[in-house]
């Protein structure tokens, strides 16, 4: 057998290596390990000195991480007695005016159209309601009644509030009924019945109804009274003469076939 012969290029990376690590003797590997083990302890340690210091300083900054851009949280509050009062004027300054199905106001309205028109002009502003944290201008009487309204009960109902009717019969039961009409209370008549104001579709316009928390009414039955909710910031607007300046093309007497408050004469 031929003995193993080294060549050149091989000696010249084995001395190149030697310059720069030092040549290495079988007994140097524990001395080695031993070393490489203690940077890699000193390597993890930087990194969690590093780590700590980045979350004190998170900590101590409460915007840290955050952006100017940030979108604002938005809330809803309860309309005051002053703006369910101006709410209930301005809707009663379009008795006799049309309905029409999707109605919003000014000209022609159905009942939820009533009721957000009468509520932004008695606010001063169309934003109003808050869906998921975005301001809106609009609602259907759905949306006034699962995430616009704090339900109050008949004792604790005031002008101004909102009413929810079904063709579905509650039965004093919880459940989930469809709310397919409403309007803007006034008052109570006795302790079963009360007046409201709604754009009607079974007169064609807007009327002022007794209706019964009890009894079927045209195939409709009363589910409960809500207190309208609004965005905060509009909650706190006071512009209410300058909108209601602009009901002045309202009926001034009583509307074809009304009796002098307006209510329908049966």
């Known amino acids: 057998m031929r003995a193993h012969q080294k060549t050149p290029a091989i000696d010249n990376v084995r001395q190149k290596g030697e310059r720069f690590f030092g040549a290495c003797r079988p007994s140097d590997g524990p001395r080695l390990a031993s070393s490489a083990i203690a940077w890699i302890r000193v390597f993890f340690l930087v990194v969690t000195v590093a780590a700590v210091t980045l979350v004190a300083a998170s900590c101590d900054n409460p915007f840290a991480g955050s952006s100017s851009s940030s979108s604002p949280v938005h809330h809803e509050q309860p309309v005051e007695a002053a703006t369910r009062d101006a709410a209930l004027t301005a809707a009663e300054a379009e008795l006799g005016s049309p309905y029409e199905w999707g109605g919003r106001g000014p000209e022609v309205f159905d009942c939820s159209g009533l009721i957000t028109w009468a509520y932004k ?29 704090d339900l109050v009960g008949f004792d604790d109902a005031k002008p101004g509030d909102i009413v929810f009717i079904s063709e579905e019969n509650p ?90 408050l307006g209510k329908r004469v049966l």
């Open 171 to 260: 039965d004093g039961s919880d459940d989930d009924h469809p709310i397919t009409h409403g309007g803007v209370f006034i008052e109570a008549e006795s302790a079963t019945e009360f007046t409201f104001l709604n754009a009607s579709s079974y007169y064609d316009e807007v009327v002022i109804d007794t209706w019964s928390t009890e009894d079927q009414i045209r195939g409709q039955w009363f589910v409960g009274i809500g207190r309208l909710l609004i965005h905060k910031d509009a909650a706190h607007t006071s512009n209410h003469e300058s909108r209601n300046a602009s009901n002045a093309h309202a009926p001034t007497g009583p509307a074809a076939g009304l009796d002098g």
């Open 121 to 149: 002009q008695a606010v001063g502003t169309d934003e109003i309601f808050v869906a998921e944290n975005e301001l809106r201008v609009d609602a259907t009487m759905s949306d006034l009644y699962r995430h616009h309204t």
